[in-house]
């Protein structure tokens, strides 16, 4: 079955960087779409960043040129480089994977059956 794990979450000071990481586990890496989502408290889950099968990327427009999103499908593993943090950016990141999601619909919550189990990201003012 699809597995997938969530690391790297943690504290930082605004302005700061940390690396997501995203093991997948029980299904054919290459063939899924992967997107990073984040809940705040009290607040919807919302899409970061997204990559397609092909390789296409998606953000959200209060992450465009601050975070990054990237693959390496030798290890199944998804990664959200995020620099530039700041205090609005605190929330639990999850990981998420499904098959042929449309790329405009790649950073709703909707498309994807697969779910990790989050890391927790809090950035301090």
């Known amino acids: 079955q699809v597995q997938l794990v969530e690391s790297g979450g943690g504290s930082v000071q605004s302005g700061g960087s940390l690396r997501l990481s995203c093991a997948a586990s029980?299904?054919?890496?290459?063939?899924?779409?992967m997107g990073w989502f984040r809940q705040a408290p009290g607040k919807e889950r919302e899409g970061v960043a997204a990559?397609?099968?092909?390789?296409?990327?998606s953000y959200a427009d209060s992450v465009k040129g601050r975070f990054t999103i990237s693959q390496d499908n030798a290890k199944n593993t998804l990664y959200l480089q995020m620099n530039s943090l700041k205090p609005e950016d605190t929330a639990m990141y999850y990981c998420?994977?499904?098959?042929?999601?449309?790329?405009?619909?790649?950073?709703?919550?909707?498309?994807?059956?697969?779910w990790g189990q989050g890391t927790q990201v809090t950035v301090s003012s």
């Open positions: 998420a994977a499904d098959r042929g999601v449309p790329y405009w619909w790649l950073l709703l919550r909707g498309s994807y059956n697969y």
């Open positions: 029980g299904y054919t890496y290459s063939s899924y779409c």
């Open positions: 990559i397609d099968s092909d390789g296409s990327t």
